[in-house]
């Protein structure tokens, strides 16, 4: 798929290996945390309460090109350049990702474990 696709990507120009387990259960209350904050119209994190053991980057760019360069971008270009979003990114084994788009806007959320 194109999100785990994208984020192996990166892994790769990191010298990484790819992620090989992306959570799908985790990955719909991912989906489900970017449909609320595009409902607010801002990012923030989850509620800890949430997490229960999971670390979550979140991110929200405008979709200005295709699906793919925006997701992309917001990978290498917001949640990459961030120390402890890109520490999700590399370091856990597992990942979560949940991506939606609403008035001209990515909303993405990543959790690593």
């Known amino acids: ?3 785990e696709r ?9 010298g990484i290996e790819a992620v090989y387990h992306f959570d799908g259960r985790e ?3 991912c989906f489900s945390h970017c449909v609320a904050m595009a409902r607010r119209g801002e990012i923030y994190h989850a509620e800890p309460h949430y997490l229960q053991g ?11 090109g295709s699906y793919e360069d ?3 971008k917001a990978v290498w270009n917001v949640l990459g350049a961030s120390d402890q ?3 999700i990114l590399l370091r856990c ?6 991506v939606y788009i609403a008035d001209n ?3 993405i959320t990543i959790r690593g474990k």
């Not at 999971?54 to 200005?64: F, G, I, K, Q, T």
């Not at 084994?93 to 949940?98: C, E, H, S, T």
């Open 1 to 3: 798929m194109i999100k």
């Open 6 to 14: 994208a984020i192996n990507e990166f892994r790769a120009g990191h």
């Open 27 to 29: 990955s719909d209350h």
């Open 54 to 64: 999971w670390s979550e980057a979140v991110a929200m760019l405008s979709n200005d």
């Open 70 to 72: 925006t997701l992309r």
């Open 85 to 87: 979003h890109r520490d």
């Open 93 to 98: 084994p597992v990942l979560a990702i949940g």
């Open 105 to 107: 806007n990515m909303y």
